[in-house]
């Protein structure tokens, strides 16, 4: 990957609707020529029939198209139904330099979980100030490494944290991040982060005798959160520990609304739907607090397609006399579709260049890997494909390369194609 020439990005202010739409945010420049970023119209088929006809890649090799357009357009939605709350994207969600730096020429900031991830942010240009180490337990090698780096906002959600904190960076700004009911997420965090509300009092004192500077409340709803009620309910829960913080002294200035924002419309629950049901509730409780949030999937998940080729193909009969096809493609779970595992997700396959095929049959989709386990699609119906031909996934940007192995020899990064739209 073509690595990017560092220069500090100051934190912009996010524009309202109005400036916004005269604002002509686009890509950026220096992301355009340092990716070969190519300005395309027409449908993500129209754009993979191109490049099946003229590029000289391994046509046996998977390959990513990524329409940095898409994730333009995100933001763009963002600023208009939520202009008072500052996106501070997840890295760990997909931290493509191409991504990262397109995000920070547009005012969003970042959420990093590790050493690594502040060192990526900072290598991409990014300015200390716009980082947020939302990770609640931490490595004291790693709260060195953030103080070193000017790194100074960070979570805790413990006691054991605060003395850490205390004893390598007394000086940070300190976010607490609460437990909140994430019964109707996907993904729920409870188990494992968040201060239950009846110790934050508790862990305010500590942290008041350990004159450390807390500055606000933080939470977690859960990742593919289906309900608006839990967001509410949250922001209420951070309003009454914003009552205990005053109680103790602090001075709370800040509200981080976390993640579980939807990316797509396919998700159960709309990421409009939300951001309406919610700000009535925020201008009412944090008139004047500033709002933040970390957004990850919400941004990159409909930006990527990864098309697959089939390069193998079986046949098995079943017993009713059926036919079943069995066929194997160059990607699978150890690689982009991890997600499938890791994230919960039901990867849809679609057949490129379907020439008027209407019989479907039986199938299962295997990954490349000699695991059983590497299997992307099971039972599912589709036309009968010749060795050769290709599958393609939509909204594959988020949690898919960004834990992908090398497992049996296989690429963890397919061919990416950067696109603008």
């Not at 686009?26 to 990716?35: G, I, Q, R, T």
């Not at 994730?71 to 890295?91: D, G, S």
């Not at 969600?93 to 730096?101: D, E, W």
């Not at 080729?309 to 690689?335: H, I, M, P, T, W």
């Amino acid at each position: 990957m073509t690595q990017v020439e560092v220069t500090v990005v100051e934190q912009p202010v996010m524009k309202r609707e109005a400036e916004l739409v005269n604002s002509g945010r686009s890509v950026p420049k220096d992301v355009v020529s340092k990716f070969d970023v190519e300005n395309v119209t027409g449908t993500v088929e129209e754009v993979m029939a191109r490049k099946l006809a003229v590029e000289t890649f391994d046509k046996e090799e998977a390959f990513y198209i990524v329409d940095l357009g898409t994730v333009v357009r995100k933001y763009e939605q963002w600023a208009t139904c939520l202009p008072r709350v500052q996106p501070y994207y997840a890295i760990k969600c997909n931290s493509s330099p191409a991504i990262v730096r397109t995000l920070a020429s547009l005012g969003v900031n970042f959420d990093c979980a590790s050493k690594s991830e502040i060192q990526q942010v900072l290598g991409c240009g990014v300015a200390a100030s716009r980082i947020i180490y939302a990770n609640p337990t931490k490595m004291k090698t790693h709260i060195s490494y953030a103080k070193s780096s000017s790194v100074d906002l960070m979570t805790f959600d413990n006691a054991d944290e605060l003395h850490k904190i205390a004893e390598c960076f007394p000086a940070a700004r300190l976010v607490l991040r609460i437990i909140t009911d994430d019964s109707n997420s996907i993904c729920r965090f409870s188990t494992k982060f968040g201060a239950p509300l009846g110790d934050c009092d508790r862990l305010l004192q500590l942290a008041k005798e350990l004159s450390l500077n807390v500055v606000g409340i933080s939470f977690h709803v859960g990742s593919g959160c289906m309900s608006t009620q839990s967001f509410i309910s949250a922001i209420r829960s951070a309003r009454s520990v914003f009552q205990m913080g005053e109680e103790k002294g602090f001075h709370f200035n800040i509200l981080d609304l976390g993640g579980g924002w939807p990316g797509t419309d396919d998700d159960g629950i709309k990421f409009t739907e939300i951001a309406n049901a919610i700000r009535p509730v925020l201008d009412e409780e944090f008139p004047e607090t500033t709002l933040i949030a970390e957004p990850g999937r919400y941004f990159v998940a409909e930006s990527h397609t990864l098309a697959v080729n089939v390069f193998a193909k079986r046949s098995v009969q079943l017993e009713d006399g059926r036919k079943q096809f069995l066929y194997y493609v160059n990607d699978g779970v150890y690689q982009s579709f991890n997600c499938i595992f890791f994230d919960h997700a039901h990867p849809k396959p679609l057949v490129f260049a379907p020439n008027g095929r209407t019989e479907l049959h039986e199938c299962t989709v295997f990954g490349p890997t000699c695991d059983s386990l590497d299997c992307i699609a099971k039972n599912i119906e589709l036309p009968e494909l010749e060795i050769g031909e290709w599958l393609y996934f939509k909204n594959m940007g988020a949690y898919t390369v960004a834990a992908a192995s090398p497992f049996n020899g296989f690429k963890s990064c397919p061919t990416t194609f950067f696109v603008r739209s």
